[in-house]
């Protein structure tokens, strides 16, 4: 895989996880005050992971190559890791009457 298309790959991750901690935003915001309390530090934690996926992806892209693969590898972490930030608080989630 080359540089543009690693890139192109980590930018749409990158758009998934806005999405993904806009959901548990909602999510929280649709529940009880219980589950509330219980998304909170979930919801902190994948905030705070964004914003170090977005500050991994500016050093990409204005990074040399050499310091290019290390950079790679910080930002897929993150982005890991708010997957799995996301599926702990998604088990706080509002149950939802399916239609």
């Known amino acids: 895989m080359n540089e543009k298309t690693v890139k192109e790959k980590l930018q749409v991750e990158l758009a998934n996880l806005q999405s993904i901690v806009d959901e548990v935003k909602l ?34 892209e204005s990074s040399s190559e050499s310091a290019w693969e290390d950079i790679q590898t910080g930002l897929r972490k993150s982005v890991k890791s708010m997957q799995q930030a996301f599926e702990r608080a998604k088990k706080h989630f509002p149950e939802q009457d399916e239609k």
């Open 27 to 60: 999510q929280m915001h649709l529940g009880a005050k219980e589950a509330q309390e219980k998304i909170r530090p979930h919801l902190e934690e994948l905030e705070q992971e964004l914003s170090q996926a977005k500050e991994k992806w500016g050093q990409l």
